[in-house]
């Protein structure tokens, strides 16, 4: 079945672009009845969902966030990525990937997680 | 605040049945869209629990069940056992986003 891995740097100073990839195994990432989307979580606190592709290229993002935002995605090399720019202490949470369901919104599978801490 | 909204925790001893509410509006659960629960055990990602307001996923146990009402829904959870000890989010959609609830921390006691 499908899983997905974030990876990229758990350290990023203030007012610099956090990156993120999202490697997907076990299945396409051409499907097209699902979206992938970064979802992140503060510590100790709840779910924000962030954006998602499509794997034409296709995105939309949280307005909230829309202004430092980019997801892209890489077919060839089966992952997504996240990038974030201008980045404040506020920005500290675990970043998740999980696929969308195009029909229903629901997230499945999930990845582990990462914590990105935005320090100097 | 989270647009949809929870209690931050509910408790209840082994063998009991809890139940998770998720209150919304008529801009998402009463609209008409679906509401997805996800269990998150202490330091790992959330996993889909029910999707599509009252399905479960294959190898999710019969012990969770849930429903949807009006701007409402709720996760019930029967056979209370400690490995249920989590938190617990209720997820919908908004005007094109994705929302969810602020969570509910379980205790089993």
Not at chain 1, 83 to 102: K, M, P
């Amino acid at each position: 079945q499908v899983q997905l891995q974030e990876s990229g740097p758990g350290l990023v100073k203030p007012s610099q672009t956090l990156s993120l990839t999202c490697t997907v195994s076990g299945g396409s990432i051409s499907s097209d009845d699902n979206y992938w989307s970064w979802i992140r979580q503060p510590p100790g606190k709840g779910l924000e969902w962030i954006g998602h592709i499509y794997y034409n290229g296709n995105t939309y993002y949280n307005p909230s966030l829309k202004s430092r935002v980019t997801i892209s995605v890489d077919r060839s090399k089966m992952h997504f990525s996240l990038r974030l720019n201008s980045v404040t202490a506020a920005d500290t949470a675990v970043y998740y990937c999980a696929r969308e369901y195009l029909g229903g919104n629901w997230f499945d599978p999930w990845g582990q997680g990462t914590l990105v801490t935005v320090s100097s | 605040q989270s647009v949809l909204t929870q209690p931050p925790s509910v408790s209840g001893a082994p063998g009991q049945r809890v139940t998770i509410s998720c209150t919304g509006s008529s801009s998402n659960i009463g609209a008409g869209y679906d509401v997805h629960w996800y269990q998150q055990l202490p330091g790992t990602a959330p996993k889909l629990l029910i999707y599509g307001n009252s399905n479960r996923p294959s190898g999710v146990p019969d012990r969770f069940s849930g429903s949807k009402s009006g701007s409402s829904a709720s996760l019930a959870i029967t056979g209370l056992q400690a490995e249920d000890e989590a938190d617990y989010y209720c997820q919908s959609y908004d005007s094109s986003l994705k929302v969810f609830g602020g969570g509910t921390k379980l205790t089993v006691l």
